[in-house]
Every structure is written in C-alpha cells, then in structure tokens.
C-alpha cells in the first residue's frame, strides 16, 4: 500500500481557493480499501482539464479513511461531518462553497477513472450545450463492459422485472430499466440517466437542477438527479473513450443495502409520479421481492419488510 503522498494533480488550484474548471466530488465512507488506488489514479485521469479542485466529504469513517487521504493526498479539500450524511447530502456538502466553470466530476471512491478520461468528459459536453450529464464506459476488475446506463422506472418495466426478471426484461426497451444491449454502448449513446459511481454534470446542469435530493440515503439519489437535469432540458450521453474501473455488486450481497434499493425505488416513483400511481409501482416491486423471497433469498426477505415497516436505520 501507498504511505507517501502522491504527486498534485496537474491544475491544481492554490490552497483556499473554491473556484476551478472542474470540481471533482467525492463521498467516502470506511473506503480504506480503495481509496489509495482511487487517489493514485485521479491525478492523471484529471490532466488536461485546466484548473482543477478535489473535494471529499467524510461520512464518519471507522477503518482511518480520513487519515489516509491526509496522508496519501494533502492536497485534497476533505470535509468531516462528524456522522454519515448519506451519498447525496455528501455531495451538497462537497460543492457547498465551490463553483466550476466547466463542470462537476462525482466520482465514488472505489472507481479508478483512466488516464485523461476527465478531459474527455468535459470535452464531450463542451461541444454540445444541450449535454447536462456525460458518464464514462464503466468496466469490472477485468476489463469488461458494464451495463451502466438506464431507462427511466416506469409501472410496466417494474412488471417486466418481477414476471421476466432483469436481464430478460432489459431486452425489451418497454419491459426493462437497464440498458444491456452491447451495441447501444457507443460514443455518443443517450439514456434517461446512468449508475452513479462516475458522472459528469456540467456547470449548466448543476445551475438548472440545484442541489441533490437528501431525502435518498444512499440508491436512488443519480436516478432522481439525471431526470431532473432532463427535466430542465438536458440530456445524458455516453462517451466511449472515458473509462471508469468500478467493482461495484454490494447491494446484491447485503440485505441492508438491497433493501434500501428497494424502498427508494418506490420513493423515487411517488415523488415524480404522485401517490396513486405510487401505490401501483410500490405494488409491482413489493410483489417481485416478496416472489424471490419466497425463492429463500435473503436480501429479497430483507427488501420485503423493508417495504412494509422501511428499511433498517442501520448506516453502513
């Protein structure tokens, strides 16, 4: 493991000062694991955006995250709240103060952004003022493509989840949220809105859509965003050569977490569909959890009481 500090990004703004072409944010919470290969790798994907600020909020860490960021990167803004906000008011906290010219870099601290890729980001949205969002190919541990981009939840792709499950419903485009035709994942795609772990939200975005919705913990919070920035008018595109290495798989392997998915699912639809048609969708996704719980899947159980009683206050 790294001990020393690593080199500035190229850019870097004085100390003090809140004002860049790009602010990158970054929420961790007990990210020890991951946060010395992710702080390696964010100068160089960083190089040649122009003025650059690196922001990251602390959500009371446990495993000594906040002293290794001291120690491998000084020159990263770090913000201690004290207690664990959750993804979304980490965010806020990270850009409250700050202001970019070009746009605002939310990146999860266990996904190492490539070489360069930030310029690509801010590049492909500079060409095109319709752009609001721009997100990077996302690949696992072995270089394979994910499938990161998204439909917009609707009742009926809810219903085509729970009766064909989601990789047979996604090859339908009206029966499945994700988006998991390989060929649609060239520079230059469109989608309602992508997995959070990588998103570049220009200057104009941050301005027409405000701040992110607190009211999600954690899941949910990039859905609720990217379809407000299309709902003032911009949209969200694909930009091939970025790339981002990102793990991810959690929430299939925790109930907590799954069951947080689950809750802020139906949250998410009755705050942009109203309480009627809240109840519908709330109904499909309870009927699709409490079927696989009945397949004696844990996190299924989990999500099912979770609907019913809301998930456990748990935060972590």
């Not at 696992?140 to 439909?151: M, V």
């Not at 992508?194 to 405000?210: N, P």
Request: charged share 20%; aromatic share 8%; glycine share 10%.
């Amino acid at each position: 493991m790294v001990t020393r500090a690593l080199p500035e990004p190229p850019g870097l703004v004085a100390p003090g000062a809140t004002e860049a072409d790009v602010v990158t944010a970054v929420v961790t919470y007990n990210s020890a694991d991951t946060i010395a290969p992710f702080l390696a790798a964010l100068g160089p994907a960083l190089a040649g955006v122009g003025s650059c600020l690196v922001v990251c909020v602390d959500n009371a860490s446990s495993d000594g995250t906040p002293e290794l960021i001291r120690t491998l990167a000084p020159w990263v803004v770090l913000r201690e709240p004290g207690r664990n906000l959750g993804y979304a008011a980490g965010i806020n906290l990270a850009l409250e103060g700050t202001h970019s010219r070009r746009g605002v870099y939310v990146l999860n601290p266990d996904a190492i952004p490539s070489v360069g890729s930030v310029r690509l980001l801010a590049d492909a949205a500079a060409r095109d003022p319709s752009l609001g969002i721009a997100v990077p190919r996302v690949v696992d541990s072995a270089g394979r493509l994910k499938f990161s981009l998204r439909r917009e939840p609707t009742i009926l792709r809810a219903l085509g989840e729970a009766v064909l499950g989601g990789h047979r419903a996604a090859r339908f485009p009206a029966l499945g949220d994700q988006i998991r035709d390989p060929g649609h994942y060239v520079d230059g795609a469109t989608a309602d809105w992508a997995t959070g772990a990588a998103l570049f939200i220009t200057t104009e975005a941050v301005r027409r859509a405000g701040a992110w919705d607190e009211s999600f913990f954690l899941y949910s919070e990039e859905t609720d965003y990217a379809l407000r920035v299309r709902d003032a008018g911009l949209g969200l595109r694909f930009v091939a050569g970025a790339e981002v290495e990102h793990p991810g798989g959690q929430m299939e392997q925790s109930p907590w977490l799954w069951s947080l998915v689950a809750v802020n699912r139906t949250r998410l639809y009755r705050k942009r569909h109203g309480r009627v048609l809240g109840a519908f969708y709330w109904l499909v996704v309870f009927f699709n959890e409490v079927v696989r719980a009945a397949m004696g899947r844990p996190t299924h159980r989990a999500a099912v009481k979770a609907l019913l009683v809301g998930p456990h206050p748990r935060q972590g």
